[in-house]
């Protein structure tokens, strides 16, 4: 296990549980979430109990910061028996319930792991008291509080964030700046500013709308604190309250005109579930002497795309691409949901020539970054 900070504040109580991640994330497997659970239910007075006595700590520090050395040894084994890439939290405070958040750590390829961990968490009674969450959540509160990383400790109050905002992108891209990192390594650097990052906006929007993340040893012109971080992020994404369809032209491997369509902004975060890239491919009989569709068949391919977009949260379509008679659907779907049996079934009526489904694992929606601006 590494840890990468204590947070030292008698309001907070928060306690990190980070593991290495691996190149490649590969899907849970749900038997390794339930045992979690169960094993959470039988653990969870004795976690309680360890919270309110406090760490094995060196003399001198002060106890009831956190957990005890054996219960971060045996949450981080549980944790890490879902996937070896998760980090897990625990925070609280003495007005607010404990919380225990499960994440990847801004990772999409694990983002549909725990949402999957946090839809079997207990609720109502059962919690007892608990909130879990499937991602860091905002905490303004920290943003004023002091975060030690290893020897050196950051007043966060100094932290000032130089903000671009990018509107054909969709994306705010920030510099981040503390005077006290002219004395330490860029490891702390960006650990501090993703902290910060977080605090101010939760994993979730960090990973929707922030863009390119630098560091500066001189206080940017224009700079502002981090709690105007949600003002300027609020600012950019107003205008895509409603999806927009990007479109574009280009060739077809044999040379023919070809359209493309892109859903824009579309977030990963959105669709924690949708795990599975999934290609239809629909042929299309009546079409232009550029192969491009003309009535009845451009009316029948609308018709089917709105059928795609009455799946709800179960799939979503993302682009659509267009020639040489032939108009592909990329989608991603939840792979759980049952919905690959009814695209199967959409596709067999197609009237117009064979249509076919074809779908891969693709938890980092990478098949998606090619038509992203």
């Known amino acids: 296990m590494r840890r990468f900070g204590r947070l030292t504040t008698t309001r907070k109580r928060r306690q990190l549980g980070i593991f290495r991640r691996p190149r490649d994330a590969s899907a849970v497997t749900p038997p390794a979430i339930s045992e979690f659970w169960e094993w959470w239910a039988q653990a969870r007075p004795t976690i309680e109990a360890s919270l309110a006595a406090g760490p094995d700590q060196p003399e001198g520090e002060t106890p009831g910061e956190g957990l005890s050395a054996d219960a971060i040894e045996e949450l981080s084994r549980r944790v890490h028996k879902i996937h070896p890439g998760l980090l897990w939290e625990i925070g609280g405070a003495e007005d607010r319930a404990p919380s225990l958040t499960v994440t990847g750590g801004g990772n999409p390829e694990l983002r549909g792991v725990t949402e999957r961990w946090v839809r079997a968490a207990p609720s109502g009674a059962a919690a007892g008291g608990w909130r879990f969450h499937p991602a860091r959540q905002p905490d303004p509160e920290m943003l004023g509080q002091d975060l030690v990383l ?3 400790e950051f007043d966060l109050e100094y932290v000032r964030l130089g903000m671009r905002a ?3 992108r969709a994306r705010v891209h920030l510099t981040a700046y503390h005077p006290d990192f002219l004395f330490v390594a860029e490891e702390q650097q960006i650990q501090v500013a993703m902290n910060v990052l977080h605090w101010a906006l939760g994993e979730d929007d960090v990973a929707r709308w922030v863009g ?4 500066a040893t001189e206080s940017p012109i224009d700079a502002l604190p981090p709690s105007m971080l949600p003002s300027v992020i609020e600012q950019v994404a107003e205008p895509f309250g409603e999806p927009t369809w990007l479109t574009g032209e280009g060739r077809t491997p044999r040379g023919h005109p070809a359209r493309l ?3 824009f902004p579309l977030h990963r975060q959105d669709y ?3 795990d599975l890239h999934v290609a239809i491919s629909v042929p299309y009989a009546n079409s232009n002497p550029d192969r491009l569709p003309v009535e009845p068949s451009s009316g029948a391919l ?4 709105k059928k795609l977009a009455k799946l709800g949260d179960r799939a979503v379509l993302a682009v659509r691409e267009t020639g040489d008679g032939l108009r592909v659907f990329h989608l991603y779907a939840d792979p759980d949901s049952g919905v690959i049996s009814e695209l199967d079934q959409l596709a067999a009526a197609w009237s117009e020539g064979k249509a ?3 779908s891969t694992s693709d938890p980092g929606w990478k098949a998606l970054m090619p038509y992203q601006p």
């Open 150 to 152: 290893g020897d050196h």
């Open 166 to 168: 990018d509107a054909g």
């Open 212 to 215: 390119e993340v630098t560091i």
């Open 261 to 263: 369509g892109a859903r």
């Open 272 to 274: 924690p579930l949708c």
């Open 302 to 305: 609308r018709a089917f795309e």
């Open 356 to 358: 076919k489904v074809a």
